[in-house]
């Protein structure tokens, strides 16, 4: 495969969006396009503010989640104030969903025993490809009190708690991959997925998924409206996700590559549309013009531009995290 001389970086979400449409990937990580104005409302919206606030109060200073949440809704208004009486309409249920997770939290005590290592710290790992870095970022690092263990919690703003898949959610796997193999960096062992084991000493127990359903919890909705769940892999799981892992690079490289070569976008990087490319794809809206004749280079002059797509590893803010499954 032919890379730069600059490592090249890869994450989930880089993964995720190749895997969900190749035209996706290509103009969101290829050509580094994204939206000249962020969307204000809508589910990623909701996703981001909720997020936001629940990074505050799980940061190492344990900051005001509310306040935070506030300031987010404050910004929205002012950047979009032909907005603002949507912005509130989910302002209101973004608040009501934080009230009642701070109150199930010191009502089941769920956090007891948790103490917060790091907060949006970014990981970066090497690949088994030479020049590919594997990155990732992590909602908060934790240790577990009585067994000394090691876990990452992730926020999730969802549709519904039940998530049968979530053993085998990809993103979970490569946040376990990316903890484990900086342990073992940490740690001085060596870090090869086919002869390391847990050390006896320190150990990654997987990742805390922590959901919080949309939901205005009123006299009619039925709960329960927030679970976390413990997800755990072994170390067989692990091995055979960083073989399916490096599978899918390899096809991400190999577009990569055709792509420089000067191949039609059309053939290597096609679309696949789906009933959740409206809300979940900031390309969406000029998508259909890619095909159909029209000035489809003219439409992304004037609705984006272009950025470094890996620029949130980097900076303190928070990615739209949310799932409607």
């Not at 976008?265 to 809300?279: D, G, I, Q």
Request: charged letters at 25%.
């Amino acid at each position: 495969m032919k890379l730069s001389s600059e490592s090249y970086p890869i994450s989930n979400s880089t993964i995720q969006s190749f895997l969900r449409c190749r035209r996706k990937w290509w103009l969101g990580y290829y050509r580094g396009l994204t939206p000249r104005v962020e969307k204000a409302v809508g589910p990623l919206a909701i996703g981001t503010r909720v997020h936001i606030a629940l990074s505050a109060y799980y940061s190492t200073e344990h900051r005001d989640a509310i306040a935070a949440y506030d300031e987010t809704v404050r910004q929205d208004k002012e950047r979009c104030p032909e907005l603002v009486a949507d912005i509130e309409k989910e302002s209101a249920l973004g608040r009501v969903m934080l009230e009642g997770y701070f109150a199930w939290i010191a009502e089941t005590g769920i956090d007891q025993g948790l103490t917060v290592i790091s907060d949006e710290e970014r990981i970066e790992v090497a690949s088994g490809y030479p020049g590919v870095l594997l990155i990732g970022k992590l909602d908060v690092r934790v240790r577990r009190e009585e067994d000394n263990a090691r876990l990452f919690i992730d926020h999730k703003t969802v549709g519904s708690l039940l998530v049968p898949t979530l053993p085998m959610d990809p993103q979970m796997l490569m946040y376990h991959l990316l903890e484990f193999l900086k342990l073992l960096s940490d740690t001085g062992a060596q870090a090869d997925l086919e002869t390391s084991l847990p050390l006896a000493h320190e150990r990654c127990d997987g990742g805390l998924y922590n959901m919080l359903k949309k939901s205005r919890r009123t006299a009619r909705a039925t709960p329960p409206f927030y679970d976390r769940i413990h997800v755990q892999h072994n170390i067989h799981e692990l091995r055979s996700f960083w073989v399916r892992l490096h599978g899918t690079i390899r096809d991400i490289l190999e577009v990569k590559d055709a792509l420089d070569a000067g191949a039609d976008h059309h053939f290597v990087a096609y679309p696949s549309p789906r009933s959740t490319c409206s809300w979940d794809c900031p390309f969406f809206a000029i998508c259909g013009l890619a095909d159909d004749g029209s000035h489809f280079e003219g439409a992304i002059e004037l609705s984006y531009r272009v950025a470094d797509p890996y620029r949130y590893y980097d900076e303190s803010v928070v990615e739209s995290d949310v799932s409607d499954d």
